[in-house]
């Protein structure tokens, strides 16, 4: 049978050699076809010595020539002959040699076949010595054969979706030469079902790769299970499509699961089955998987759109994983967008097994999982992809051909756990989801200051509660810290939840200040149909002055850590918890926040449950504060949320370090008088700061910028319009207040011959970037320009000079 597998391709003697003990020699370990005759292969390959062996593996890639050996009369007659190296750098495993009587050598297809019969060749050693732990012996005698002994050569013709094969191929596959029709769909037929979108990927046009190899299961007449390999080869015509696949299906007995592997699969298979939540299956495949691979981390994690969502990591630490994986590390687990990651996106995408090999280059939120090998097991469950399994190593990892097998296997037991979970626990898992979404995903960047969340739902009950944060960027250099909980533990709470931040978040962009946020916020929760009362801590930094303005309604008080260490529960007057009577007051405490410090917003699940007093619980998060280094707040989070493993109430824990600016913002403000000559006057006004600034090269644009932003405000709105000039470092920003609560619509086409309507794309093409924010009972259209480098300027001081104002919370 091996020699009908060769002769197809031309061949009348192939042989295969592999490493001897003497590390400069190859020795015959078999062959195949006519060996009695002048081809007769030599036993022996010296390394070093100049032959077709040496040189292609020494060259790394095949020797195709035509040489001259004595017939059986001793006359020279030519001889064309290919060697094939097996393996490659780092290690490599020996060489296949080829032969035919003649000159006419091997034509393109018949060195693609060969080729590829060398990489299946490659991977029956490998699986060999992956089994084993002491040197492999090959041949014959052993009872490992390394030539192919089933299989045959297959050629698509994507145009047509035409398949030839040879009579090989058919006897793997069980069907008779007279039954076979010549489609691609007679053949995949015969695969098992789980294996038939691997094999898609292959014969589909718009998918084919140059090189793909995989391994596959087929089920014979019979009943019978049967691996087999195929390796192939796309070959693009004139046009540079992908025009035929070359390839060659073989025997792939190797696959065959060890008795350790199928005792795996049948105790993960029985673990899961008890499984029924997604706390529980994710559990099971990290303890059924880590010890037996040997694997330094695995990551199980559900899809959700086009994000995918942590059940679970091992180790739990957030140090063991990537920065970008510890920069989403909010809640219990982390989430990411899958377009962070586009090699598992593309993995999920494909839906089969993807197995990367040591220092592969991959994005650093993979690489860093598995340095030494990763593998990315995308979930099946009912025809779609469900999830994702992540399996790395720090140690150098070499996969063995049928490893591929075993976590194929892994994977659709896992991602039908998942769907059966899910479809237990329909009404919590929707809850959690929508808790989850309501939450911010990502906290903004803050000049003078880093602010960290971190939050963890609870592990007893419905698990569903209503903690919320949130950091608001504010105008004129404020920023808002927001926490708070909603009553109860329900689906119900966590929508008020969502409501609650939403208006909060909306009252403060308008410009109101924190009393009078949460007093809006307090009547609107009081008009609900609804008997949930929320708490709730607000918190308006200003991030220049470092003053701070508590409102507390029926919260924990924050606690500030110095930069001394000193830590104390700020005390601040409260209301009563929203919800409960629209007429309640919300007193304001003003503090002084130094650079260095920690600002901390808590919710109770923290530091109070069954067995721990509140007083307690507070006290023994001040100690922590003190002890901890506020150079890595999100450290300091972990740290905080490390001991709450067992949880009756969900916990929210907000942190905010505070470290000033370097460079303090210079403002100026003007009141536009509504004159004939308003525009002149705001011009006037500007040229003479900017001058006053020293920023001369950006003046023409800043005053064209005031121009039609003032003379918007004066033509088209009632009322006070301001003018705000801010110089922070290398920006500029002009800001222009208006009592019209109307965005401002930039047109979508001008004609030529218009006389107005290109104020706001004057300021787009002028400005680095432009806006509208709503404020109380008006709006404030700005816009910033970038400065180029210039030499520090004093502010002037005295009589007609401008002055830097800014407003304070109305207290």
Known sequence: MTGQIFATCGVEVAAVYVP???????????????????????????????SAVADACRAGHPQWLTTEQPGPDGTPRPVSIGALPLGGDPQLLGCLLVARAGDAGFDADQRAFLELYADQTAAGLEAAAARVTVPVEVGPASGHALLPVRGGTFVLTLRTGRMDVDTQVLQLLGIAPEDYDGHVSTLLACAVP??????????????AEPHQQLAFRIRRPGGELRWLGLRCRVLAGPDGRPERILGVVGDASYLRPTPDEVSLVQRLSTSLAGATTIRDVSRVVVESLRAPLHATRIAVAELEGDRIVVTLLDPPRPDAWPEVWRSEWRSEWPDASCHSLPTLEGAVREGHVVLWPPEAPLEPGLAGIGPGG????????????????????????????????LLTATAGLVGQALTRAHALNAGHELATMLQRSLLP??????????????????????????????????????????????????????????????????????????DVVVAHANRLLVGMETDLFATCAYVDLDIEEGLAWIVRAGHLPPLLRRPDGTTETVETEGGPPLGVTAEAEFPLTEIGVQPGSLVALLTDGLVESATLRLED??????????????????????????????????????????????????????????LPDAVL?????????LSGWGVTEEADVALLIVSELVTNAVTHTPGEVRLDLTLAGDRLRIAVNDASPRAPVRSAGVDWEATGGRGLLLVEALSTTWGSVPLGGGKQVWSEVALSPRAPAATPDGPGAPRSTRPAPSR
């Not at 789980?194 to 998918?207: G, T």
């Not at 990315?376 to 051909?401: E, K, Q, S």
């Not at 409501?499 to 403060?508: D, G, L, N, P, S």
Request: hydrophobic share 40%; proline share 9%.
């Open 617 to 674: 619980g507070m006290r023994a998060v001040c100690e922590a504060l003190s002890a901890a280094d506020p150079a890595d707040p999100g450290r300091v989070a972990d740290g905080l949320v490390a001991g709450t493993r067992r949880r009756d109430d969900d916990v929210a824990v907000l942190l905010m370090r505070y470290d000033g600016l370097r460079v303090r913002p210079v403002r100026a403000r003007w009141t536009v008088e509504r």
């Open 441 to 514: 995903r990502k906290l903004p960047a803050l000049p003078g200051g880093e602010a960290v969340a971190r939050y963890l739902p609870a592990t007893a009950g419905l698990e569903v509660g209503g903690d919320w944060y949130d950091v608001i960027p504010l105008p004129d250099g404020h920023v808002a810290l927001v926490i708070g909980d909603v009553q109860g533990h329900s689906a119900g709470a966590a929508t008020i939840m969502g409501q609650m931040r939403t208006a909060i978040r909306a009252y403060a962009v308008e410009g109101h200040p924190p």
């Open 374 to 405: 990763l593998a990315i097991l995308p979930l099946p469950a009912d025809g779609r992809i469900v999830g994702v399994c992540l399996v790395g190593w720090d140690g150098r990892h070499r996969f063995g051909p049928e490893e591929r097998s």
């Open 20 to 50: 001897s003990d003497n590390i400069d020699e190859l020795r015959l370990a078999e062959t195949a076809g006519d060996t009695r005759g002048p081809h007769r292969p030599p036993p022996v390959y010296a390394l070093s010595g100049r």
């Open 681 to 689: 006057h705001a011009r006037r006004f500007t040229a003479r700061t």
């Open 194 to 207: 789980d294996d038939v979108p691997a094999l898609m990927s292959v014969v589909e046009p718009d998918r």
